[in-house]
């Protein structure tokens, strides 16, 4: 297994397109988990999947943010109508544990700048 | 609410030297996991060491360890033997409920040769 893959690594837009990124979580993994980080702040929550079940979204999640995970597999973060705000790191992060106990393994991340 | 608070934004490190990054924590549970991580410049996050609340005995991973004291609601990671590798930002981490994690703002750690 490769770990969890993210791409694109980097994505630069132009304000108002949208944009779709997309996770690989370890196969095994049935948690999923999108954070997104900002420059000097440490990652904040969005959402969270359980198999093919989106079982919580942040408030920082906004009806432009919208994150699927098909068949329990990959999963895709889309935003629309992409707002300078947006530009941030966006970190994808599965697990096995149910506990919380075992940490997450995380992607590279996709750097996402808004112009 | 539950917060994570780191109170260093950077610290440096002679190569060789000891280093402790402080984490201080607010919860009303019990039973729960810490986590420090690191994130090299550049490069995925990575998990350093995790600790169990219920567990006295500190945690400990090769040059990696931590001073937990529940009472205080602290969380400390001491760098042994420092190398030029250590240098990233290290962030501590709680889960809040089962899965979703509260992450401090985070340490650059600076490795000096």
């Known amino acids: 297994d490769t770990g969890v893959s993210q791409n694109p690594r980097h994505k630069i837009t132009k304000r108002g397109q949208n944009v779709t990124f997309r996770c690989d979580p370890i196969s095994e993994h049935n948690r999923l988990y999108w954070y997104r980080q900002t420059l000097g702040q440490g990652p904040e929550f969005l959402t969270y999947?359980?198999?093919?079940?989106?079982?919580?979204k942040s408030r920082l999640l906004s009806d432009r943010f919208s994150a699927e995970r098909p068949k329990g597999s990959f999963s895709t973060l889309e935003i629309q109508r992409t707002e300078q705000g947006d530009s941030a790191m966006y970190l994808c992060?599965?697990?096995?544990?149910?506990?919380?106990?075992?940490?997450?393994?995380f992607g590279s991340g996709t750097r996402l700048t808004v112009v | 609410a539950q917060t994570v608070t780191q109170s260093q934004p950077e610290m440096s490190v002679q190569e060789a030297e000891t280093v402790t990054l402080s984490c201080t924590y607010d919860t009303s549970e019990s039973d729960y996991y810490l986590f420090w991580y690191k994130q090299p410049p550049s490069r995925q996050m990575i998990l350093v060491i995790r600790?169990?609340?219920?567990?006295?005995q500190n945690a400990t991973e090769n040059r990696f360890s931590v001073n937990f004291q529940k009472a205080a609601k602290s969380f400390s990671l001491k760098i042994s033997d420092s190398q030029l590798g250590d240098a990233a930002m290290y962030f501590c981490a709680y889960p809040s409920g089962t899965y979703k994690y509260i992450f401090g703002t985070g340490t650059r750690l600076k490795v000096l040769a």
């Open positions: 992060a599965s697990s096995l544990d149910s506990r919380g106990s075992g940490g997450y393994t």
């Open positions: 600790q169990e609340a219920y567990k006295q």
């Open positions: 999947f359980q198999n093919e079940a989106q079982l919580e």
